[in-house]
């Protein structure tokens, strides 16, 4: 019965993208539901401006409503420098700050389980700071803030795939920031 088993994800995907308001998101929710989560990514951060960028970040599935684990981290990264690669187990959803993974980050208790856990990193944005590290002010949005992204398997990467994250400032931007994407493809067999 391999094929009801797709003709139900096919049915449910319809139905969340006809609740969300149209077909324009059926191709990316069924992708998001039907890709092989095997492995992990990589995750680069480049802070291309003055400050101080201040954020958490992580992997998680917002369709388990159990809800399930989410794997946050934290940094604190220096005006005008490259993040280490770091690796994450591969979920369904990737986001640095916003309102849902900040909410499942406190549901599951990921935040207590943080090493040195950073309270002023600990937001739906990511902070930009001018005020030294050794300072109250040095995770602080002193600067200003870029709104939280989120990118989700299957429709902007799979498992395997290297997520560059860059924070640019734009006076255009709410909070003066933002964070441009882009994804190093690292095709798993059979993709």
């Given at each position: 019965?391999?094929t009801?088993?797709w003709?139900g994800?096919?049915?449910?995907?319809?139905g969340l993208?006809a609740g969300?308001?149209g077909?324009?998101?059926?191709k990316?929710?069924?992708?998001?539901?039907?890709?092989?989560?095997t492995?992990?990514?990589?995750?680069?951060?480049v802070?291309?401006?003055?400050?101080?960028?201040?954020?958490?970040?992580?992997?998680?599935d917002?369709w388990?409503?159990?809800?399930?684990t989410?794997?946050?981290q934290?940094?604190?990264?220096?005006?005008?420098?490259?993040s280490d690669?770091?690796?994450?187990?591969?979920?369904?959803?990737?986001?640095?700050?916003?309102?849902?993974?900040?909410?499942?980050?406190i549901?599951?208790k990921?935040?207590e389980?943080?090493?040195?856990?950073d309270?002023?990193a600990?937001?739906?944005?990511?902070?930009?700071s001018?005020?030294?590290e050794g300072?109250?002010?040095?995770?602080l949005?002193?600067?200003?803030?870029?709104a939280?992204?989120?990118?989700?398997?299957?429709?902007?990467?799979?498992?395997?795939?290297q997520?560059i994250f860059?924070?640019v400032?734009d006076?255009d931007?709410p909070g003066?920031?933002?964070?441009d994407?882009?994804v190093i493809?690292?095709?798993?067999p059979?993709?």
């Open positions: 019965m391999t009801g088993k003709v994800v096919a049915g449910l995907a319809f993208a969300f308001g077909l324009g998101c059926t990316t929710l069924l992708l998001n539901l039907t890709k092989e989560r492995g992990n990514i990589t995750v680069v951060f802070n291309d401006t003055p400050y101080t960028a201040s954020f958490s970040y992580g992997t998680w917002a388990d409503k159990t809800p399930g989410v794997n946050m934290q940094l604190r990264l220096a005006a005008r420098t490259t690669a770091g690796t994450l187990p591969c979920a369904r959803n990737m986001s640095i700050g916003t309102p849902e993974f900040i909410a499942r980050a549901a599951t990921a935040d389980s943080v090493t040195d856990f309270p002023d600990f937001t739906e944005v990511v902070n930009f001018s005020g030294d300072t109250g002010t040095g995770g949005a002193t600067e200003g803030t870029a939280g992204i989120e990118k989700l398997l299957g429709a902007h990467y799979s498992c395997a795939d997520l860059t924070f400032q006076p931007a003066g920031f933002r964070i994407f882009e493809l690292d095709k798993l059979n993709e």
